[in-house]
């Protein structure tokens, strides 16, 4: 499975988690970026997909 197709399968679940955080519509949506953008960087080291989520 790749990144994209992960992203796929959770998006509500992300978004809805750093909104929930941030009440800042602003400062959820870098918050949202950076953190995908660091998922992304890191996911050829994830071992199980699973935990994606976590």
């Avoid at 909104?19 to 959820?28: E, G, I, K, Q, Y």
């Avoid at 996911?43 to 699973?50: D, I, T, V």
């Amino acid at each position: 499975m790749d990144f994209e197709e992960l992203l796929r399968q959770n998006p509500a679940n992300i978004e809805r988690f750093v909104r929930f955080r941030l009440p800042s519509r602003a400062d959820a949506e870098d918050v949202l970026q950076e953190s995908l953008l660091a998922a992304f960087r890191q996911f050829p080291s994830l071992k199980n997909e699973a935990n994606f989520k976590a």
